[in-house]
């Protein structure tokens, strides 16, 4: 934000106090509703999910949240007020080095939301304070902030006007200027219980709804007229192959050019509800031995 448009008069005003004023300065009808606190605190946690459920015009619910924070506990919480109030909202940030950045929609329940896929610092339980960070510039160029909040603005504009089509996520590498897009699925392991229940909320949606009177297309089985040597192919599969991931571990559909660089892994079963095992003497080797020179 002060990169973009604070400017050399508002020095020692809090960066709220500034974005207010120059944004009023900008178009004074828009209503600015200021308020400069943390939202990770108990408190204030309590106040900000107060005014997303009471904060429009009409003293309802807002439309949608634009998040534009910039770093993990803040994000968490705006992902767990919004998967209580089952709000729609869009977070957004840019890279460290300052040359990517993303937005992502998030749909409590439809969409994956922050938890479900978090940074992988903190799906490995990494401390980020013990993090060398050597050589890495905490810069901020303001034409790669410039093009993401763009991209949020305009991703925000066709979700509220119901024009194109609205994206789960954009990414941007000013490198290369590549622009990765996906729609990630809620994962059902999330550690955010809410999450967990809105998954639950929309897909007894989904199936509570009219079922489509298209007629199915039935595939009909491929035959040859002359099999002489009666040759059938068959699709073998090797059990507990797992394609090199963690059985029972969620693996996103990610676009071109991205991939996962950590699996959350299965949980250990619960050992009550394993099956028993078969009870009854068993021979031993030597017994096994004796009957095979028997024979």
Not at 214 to 239: C, D, L, Y
Request: net charge negative; charged share 20%.
């Amino acid at each position: 934000m002060n990169r973009l448009f604070f400017q050399p008069h508002q020095s020692g005003m809090s960066k709220v106090e500034a974005a207010v004023q120059t944004l009023r300065e900008i178009n004074p009808d828009v209503i600015i509703e200021a308020h400069n606190y943390n939202i990770t605190t108990v408190d204030n946690y309590d106040h900000f999910v107060e005014r997303i459920s009471k904060g429009s015009l009409t003293e309802g619910p807002v439309d949608i949240v634009l998040s534009c924070v910039d770093n993990f506990e803040a994000r968490m919480t705006i992902n767990m007020a919004c998967n209580e109030l089952n709000q729609p909202w869009m977070e957004s940030g840019v890279s460290e080095n300052a040359v990517s950045g993303h937005i992502q929609l998030i749909k409590p329940g439809e969409s994956a939301c922050f938890a479900c896929a978090p940074p992988l610092i903190v799906a490995t339980g990494t401390d980020e304070k013990t993090l060398k960070r050597e050589g890495v510039c905490a810069a901020s160029l303001p034409t790669t902030m410039g093009l993401v909040a763009a991209l949020l603005v305009q991703n925000t504009l066709k979700y509220l006007l119901a024009f194109g089509e609205v994206s789960f996520y954009v990414g941007y590498n000013a490198m290369q200027d590549f622009f990765p897009k996906m729609t990630m699925k809620p994962n059902p392991a999330c550690d955010d219980q809410r999450c967990i229940n809105r998954q639950h909320e929309y897909q007894e949606k989904l199936a509570a709804q009219p079922k489509s009177k298209t007629p199915q297309i039935v595939e009909e089985e491929v035959t040859h007229e002359t099999n002489e040597w009666g040759i059938e192919v068959n699709i073998e599969e090797t059990p507990g192959d797992t394609g090199g991931q963690e059985t029972g571990s969620y693996q996103p559909e990610l676009a071109e050019g991205v991939r996962v660089a950590y699996t959350k892994p299965a949980a250990d079963p619960d050992p009550a509800e394993l099956p028993p095992t078969a009870s009854g003497d068993k021979e031993s080797l030597s017994d096994l031995m004796a009957q095979l020179k028997g024979l």
